[in-house]
DNA sequence: GGATACCGTTGCGCAATGGGCAACAACGAG
DNA sequence: CTCGTTGTTGCCCATTGCGCAACGGTATCC
């Protein structure tokens, strides 16, 4: 969805929001033409270009050779580094999660919780993966997924009853938007120590995440195991919860370090 | 230095540039005010109000508290997954500047060539550390860095003589620019295994570098410890050399993992 | 080899946007 | 309580950003 006339905020600086919605793009696929870019905003291709001559000019975004695609440049480096807060899990978890992404041939990320929804700070691909999409910085809803729905359980009945208090949106067939069943489904994640996504957030995905426990023992983040249904089965799952216990404690131990 | 009419490209969407710097002053300075970003980039303060407010309203800046000063927000995370090539030193030299960084005192950086320049990949201020300055996505001159030093003198002498064959900036009173001189200097490196830098950057700054190697032997990156001259004496850099020498096997070790 | 289609760039003119000004609200210091 | 500073916002206008048309370059097809 471009820059639509329609609910567009008359406040923002039309062409900045604009180039941040090129960055999303680029973000999201990878790397993307001028026309596709043109087509995504909404505006002429002699716009998008003149967006994008200024994104490279300062090196947010660069070019496959000559006349190939755009991308993200490694000017963007410089503003990763000055970010504050959840940081220290994509300096930190990166290792962990290729480690275990290796381990298992799946799809590792790390979330925390940020207001209503669960944040991806940390992913690493496993060798079998086949989408080829990046989560990091990207906010995913508590109740489809399975770390959002292991950040939910350690909350407290009031703070659940106030992150669950709207309406819980169907991103799959599958997902489960009766609050009374999903409540159902915490408590049992909290007894089990672990939750899983069957097809939840999206069809033919399968997930599974637990807890990473701060120095206090509360939960301050989620690790979690993605991949296709046919490959996460729950045959599997007990092996897969085990390792991810596993880099959990990993991961506290490095944190525990990291934040001295 | 804002957004001077003289010398700015014409072909730049204006805005955009702005919205850019003033990115580039909150990852610099870490936080700042709407006034102190009007005077960097020399526009009114309502216009950087409205800069930043775009900018906040896509999560790029966020606020501390209702009136507080203006800092890099979370989403910019959303942009460093997307980053290809050098990311991985981000994952994975985290932990190792973190490590040397606590047990030095000083601030640890990782720095890979980059063109022409020594770009800065990761970075970890050391307990003692004073200055607050993050150097993550900066390019800083080869010839006045140690870690330039040191990436420079596993070059080629083909590659020195391209990457020399510039005017060598004088960036302080002690910068070497004489290429003679600077021969001599990366000749005693590659001897060494080690390069120094000594206020040749700014004032008042020693550095120390050890290289990289990557599973070929070759250099891939450059791994340096810097403070203030009082503290990093030459009495203290054979230590200081053996810790970053560690720090750089551990280093090519989980990069030799992370790459597989 | 020629024709066609597509992509990305650039000069130009114009309308919409971004920006400065003034006024205001809020907060902190004295 | 007063004053100074910071940040916000309505309004108006000049400048900028944008669309159009034309062009060059590349790849594909016949």
Not at 16 to 25: C, H, M, S
Not at 114 to 122: E, F, K
Not at 149 to 165: I, M, N, T
Request: hydrophobic content about 45%; proline content about 4%.
């Amino acid at each position: 969805m471009g820059n639509n006339e329609v609910g567009r905020d008359p406040a923002l600086v039309q062409s900045v929001d604009r180039a941040v919605t090129v960055l999303e793009l680029l973000a999201r696929n990878g790397e993307a033409g001028i026309t596709e870019i043109a087509a995504e905003l909404g505006v002429h291709k002699s716009s998008a270009s003149r967006l994008v001559y200024t994104l490279q000019a300062r090196e947010l975004v660069e070019q496959d050779g000559e006349r190939g695609p755009f991308r993200i440049g490694l000017g963007m480096l410089r503003f990763a580094g000055a970010v504050s807060g959840p940081i220290d899990y994509v300096r930190v978890g990166g290792p962990v999660c290729v480690d275990l992404a290796d381990r298992l041939g799946e799809t590792v990320n790390i979330a925390v919780l940020d207001g209503d929804v669960a944040l991806n700070v940390s992913q690493a691909r496993g060798g079998s993966a086949v989408a080829a999409q990046n989560w990091v910085g990207q906010r995913t809803p508590l109740h489809a997924t399975s770390s959002g729905k292991v950040l939910l359980a350690a909350a407290s009945a009031a703070e659940q009853d106030r992150l669950l208090g709207g309406e819980l949106e169907a991103c799959a067939p599958r997902t489960i938007t009766d609050p009374s069943r999903l409540r159902r489904v915490l408590r049992r994640t909290a007894e089990d120590g672990f939750a899983t996504c069957m097809e939840e957030l999206e069809a033919g995905l399968h997930a599974v995440a637990v807890p990473v426990f701060g120095s206090g023992g509360d939960v301050v983040a989620a690790i979690s195991a993605a991949g296709p249904a046919y490959r996460l089965s729950s045959a599997r799952m007990p092996e897969i919860v085990e390792e991810l216990r596993v880099a959990s404690r990993d991961l506290s131990a490095r944190m525990g370090h990291a934040v001295a």
